[in-house]
């Protein structure tokens, strides 16, 4: 089924099964390789990406469903200041999870441009990493403005 | 005759080849080396101008950014799916099977049926054991494939209970016996005897990328994309498992999302994968869903440890006894669960005895040092409730019981700093007083430590190649693989550290087994000890090299010349910039190559530390809450500290999830695996995380290589769960010895408490 898409400010046409999801939609149909599939259903924060800003699991989103809102995964995040902090905190260790902590991250910096660890602790919980950068994660948010 | 560097210990004056010991997780083997290694002087201790300094991780902008290609991420045209038929059943015989139906199912390109493959079964042992494998257009088509199947079962009796196949001497891996002095003798000697049965859990890895293998045949050879831990054991299978020479396997593993210990092998969805692909002339994805990645992909084996431990009034240790029952799954190999109690004390008399039960349950995998974490907990928590019946202070009890060489075979250790971590665990061990005071209401608080001992010293052989171009940068090549560990980092560190140059400046490339030398398994901690040296080395011999352009160039002598700050230096004035000594080479390239030497002869390599957790218990509820963990480790010379923080953090944060919360669980009845999701089994969050304060010796061993550097992905993990479990003991005197530490175990832990007083009083 034929479908229009806006990602990262651009426009996509794509033709995808009524069941497929945004990410293997992004991942296999656009290339968007970036957002990572790590459970497929929806417990563990890899696949994140924002729906007019609202970060969204995309494993468990159905492509169909997103209407007219916006995507916004990690490509079109590569030059906000949280990568640069992320990297700067070490934050990261392999790097399957990051892309998904970096959306979630940059929601609440956009609700909240200065959280305390509570905040971070909680906006956060629904990331998991399992090398266990936690520490620095919070770090990274704490500290991302340079 | 080589002469290696008099600081190295051992044998000076080695022959080219040599007879040498290699140590993979506690595992050691006799192998023939060539000693290839140049002499290299030995660094200074502390930060030098790259190597012991904090470096931000140089792929880590990439990966950040989601640029970098993961096994998931690759895509090569035309690409079939796999999907793998597993045994819903603990154990059964397969009755039906319609392997034509799902050939005719749609968009199916193969079927391999048990038969085809030897790792297909009509007899499971295990819920989720392969049995059948479909290849289609896509994943769907190739789950739908599986359905055509219709596969029957006849349902069997499955063993599960460890002890029970003990009895029926159903085992994978033992009896394993080891004695030293006499045991009995030790306890009659003893003033007290204290007797405790700890058990621990299965816990799986649950790396965040699942396995997977994306296989392609030209020409009949074979090229595997894939995440894992050792490119060059994977090679090794693949061939075998082919017939193929080894050199018609191509392993490609650029990034790997997380293995802990699970990614060591091959695996049977990479042997599937490349069948698949053999009988369709396509290429073929075999990846695990997660569901399928709790299944079969590793976990942590169970244990059953029955202990004794007798001591002097003094503390004095006299005797140590250990039975180890451990419950492998159906395959696996049994790990060095008593090794701890062997090794951390100097005692006289010690006597364990190891059973690798065989159990119809998944096979276990090496995770995060196998057997030390589950024997760490056991000895360690048995030691404190040793100093609780002496009344002596646990810390001081570990003292009086140092060991100054190798207890079971008197080997000195090439360096051994636990003192110094006792020392510097010290001030956080003091803040007891204050962690107890904080009790109130139900709440009560209390600190614990353990200590911890592991290998870590790496071994030959790994190579790796240095070439610098006319610009002066440095590439680094070598066929191993970062796992998240940060070695492309620490490689480029030590690199730009022996060529003088900014870490800039230095590229890795790595991940390719046609495009590198062979490098070692990222496991066991042994990837920086194992190959830090063999960088260090081609760095050191392209830098001779550079030094001799630039001594025939400039007129003077070579011994007057070093590198640094990226120039060309010498001793008697002047300096170069180093592009204008390798800018007279045009196209040409300085090529040079090193080697992992062998490692100290007669001496024991190992690392050590000790952790210190401060806990919270509600005694009403039994919820436990771990609020500050000190960590502090000796593993030689610290290459990048802002890494090793991250490791060690990274290390006590998994062992908490294996202290707290972490458990496969299966039906009692059926075997069947009930954690299979991420909602169900479940790993630490950002929420549960406790403050962690991370100190690290940084003393270089030095009589290890020409780095002086051991490994530490592992030790991290060993200590934490023990460290939480006496700080509860310290919090509300009540043993625990049953992980994970759940309520309803925190509470029994209460109860028998409460039992034991009310006994004494009665």
């Known amino acids: ?146 | 005759m080589r002469r290696l560097s008099p600081h190295r210990g051992g044998d000076q004056d080695l022959a080219r080849l040599i007879r040498t010991e290699k140590e993979v997780e506690g595992k050691f083997t006799e192998q023939w080396l060539v000693v290839e290694e140049d002499a290299l002087d030995p660094w200074p201790a502390g930060p030098l101008a790259t190597v012991g300094r904090p470096a931000a991780r140089v792929d880590g902008l990439a990966r950040a950014r989601g640029e970098v290609t993961y096994t998931p991420d690759v895509r090569l045209p035309g690409t079939l799916h796999a999907a793998v038929l597993r045994s819903p059943h603990a154990r059964a015989r397969l009755t039906r099977i319609d392997v034509d139906a799902a050939r005719r199912a749609p968009g199916v390109r193969a079927v391999l049926g048990p038969g085809d493959l030897g790792l297909l079964t009509d007899e499971p042992g295990y819920h989720g054991q392969p049995v059948a494998a479909v290849a289609a257009e896509s994943f769907g088509r190739a789950r739908a494939g599986l359905r055509a199947l219709a596969a029957e079962w006849e349902p069997l009796e499955p063993l599960l209970d460890p002890d029970e196949a003990v009895r029926r001497g159903s085992l994978v891996g033992g009896p394993k016996r080891y004695t030293r002095g006499d045991v009995g003798r030790g306890l009659a000697e003893a003033d007290v005897v204290v007797e405790a049965e700890y058990r621990t859990q299965s816990v799986l890895h649950n790396a965040l990328e699942t396995h997977q293998a994306l296989c392609v045949w030209e020409g009949g050879r074979l090229t595997v994309y894939t995440g894992t831990q050792f490119v060059w054991g994977v090679r090794e299978e693949m061939a075998e498992a082919f017939g193929l020479a080894e050199d018609d396997v191509r392993v490609v593993c650029r990034y790997v999302g997380g293995g802990f210990g699970a990614k060591n092998e091959a695996g049977s969805f990479t042997v599937i994968a490349a069948e698949l692909a053999r009988r369709t002339g396509r290429p073929v994805r075999c990846a695990l869903t997660r569901r399928e990645e709790n299944l079969d992909s590793g976990n942590r084996n169970a244990t059953i440890q029955r202990l004794t431990v007798g001591a002097r009034a003094d503390g004095t240790l006299t005797a140590l006894r250990g039975e180890y029952v451990c419950a492998l799954g159906w395959d696996g190999w049994l790990p060095s669960t008593a090794g701890p109690l062997q090794m951390l004390y100097a005692c006289e008399n010690v006597e364990t005895v190891e059973y690798g039960a065989r159990v119809n349950t998944p096979p276990m995998k090496a995770f995060r040092a196998p057997g030390f974490v589950e024997g760490t907990f056991g000895l360690e928590c048995l030691l404190d409730e040793l100093a609780a019946r002496l009344e002596l202070d646990p810390l001081e009890l570990r003292r009086r019981n140092y060991s100054h060489s190798d207890p079971t075979d008197g080997r000195p250790f090439s360096g051994k700093n636990l003192a110094d971590c006792y020392r510097r665990a010290e001030p956080h061990w003091a803040r007891r007083d204050v962690v107890r005071a904080r009790s109130e209401g139900s709440w009560r608080r209390g600190v614990g430590l353990a200590s911890q001992i592991w290998y870590g010293g790496g071994g030959p052989p790994s190579y790796a190649w240095v070439r610098v171009g006319s610009n002066g940068n440095a590439v680094v090549v070598t066929a191993m693989q970062d796992i998240g560990t940060g070695t492309r980092t620490a490689m480029a560190q030590i690199a730009a550290e022996e060529l003088g140059l900014p870490l800039e400046r230095v590229r890795v490339e790595l991940g390719d087994s046609a495009r590198g030398p062979y490098a070692v398994i990222s496991g066991g901690s042994s990837t920086v000890s194992s190959m830090g040296p063999a960088v260090r080395a081609a760095a050191g011999d392209a830098a001779r090299q550079i030094r001799e352009i630039a001594a025939q160039r400039y007129q003077l002598e070579e011994r007057v010349l070093s590198l640094r700050d990226g120039r060309v230096v010498s001793a008697n004035g002047g300096s170069w910039p180093l592009e204008e000594v390798t800018g007279l080479l045009g196209d040409a390239q300085i090529l040079g190559k090193g080697a992992r030497g062998p490692n100290p002869t007669g001496m024991r390599v190992l690392t050590f530390g000790i952790q210190v957790a401060e806990v919270a218990v509600d005694v009403e509820t039994g919820e436990v809450r771990v609020e500050r963990v000190a960590a502090v480790h000796d593993v030689g010379r610290v290459v990048n500290p802002l890494g090793a923080a991250s490791q060690v953090e990274g290390g006590v944060i998994q062992g908490l999830g294996h202290t707290l919360s972490e458990q496969r669980l299966l039906d009692p009845a059926t075997g069947e695996v009930l954690t299979q999701t991420l909602d169900a089994y479940r790993v630490p969050t950002i929420a549960d995380v406790p403050e962690i304060a991370v100190e690290l010796v940084d003393v270089p061993d030095e009589h290890l290589t020409n780095l002086g550097a051991k490994g530490l992905g592992e030790p991290p993990i060993i200590p934490t769960a023990a460290a939480v479990a006496n700080a509860i003991r310290d919090a509300t005197g009540a043993d625990v010895r049953s992980l994970p530490i759940d309520r309803e175990e925190m509470l029994r832990a209460l109860r028998d408490r409460e039992r034991a007083l009310a006994g004494h009083a009665g």
């Not at chain 1, 992320?86 to 902590?101: I, K, N, S």
């Not at chain 1, 956009?110 to 660890?117: A, C, F, L, N, V």
Request: hydrophobic content about 40%; some cysteine; overall charge negative.
């Open chain 1, 1 to 146: 089924m034929p479908l229009e898409l806006t990602i990262n400010g651009g426009r996509y046409d794509v033709d995808v099964p009524v069941l497929a999801t945004l990410a293997e939609t992004l991942r296999e149909e656009l290339g968007l390789t970036g957002t990572k599939i790590a459970c497929g259903e929806g417990h563990c924060g890899a696949c994140t990406v924002m729906l007019d800003g609202v970060p969204t699991l995309s494993c468990i989103t159905l492509a169909h469903a997103v209407g007219r809102r916006d995507v916004t995964t990690i490509e079109g995040l590569r030059d906000h200041p949280l990568v640069a902090a992320f990297v700067r905190a070490d934050a990261l260790q392999c790097g399957f999870c990051t892309p998904g902590q970096i959306v979630s991250a940059a929601a609440l910096v956009h609700d909240d441009p200065e959280p305390d660890g509570e905040t971070i602790r909680h906006r956060m919980a629904g990331n998991l990493c399992r090398c266990g950068a936690y520490p620095r994660i919070e770090e990274a948010i704490k500290t991302w403005r340079g």
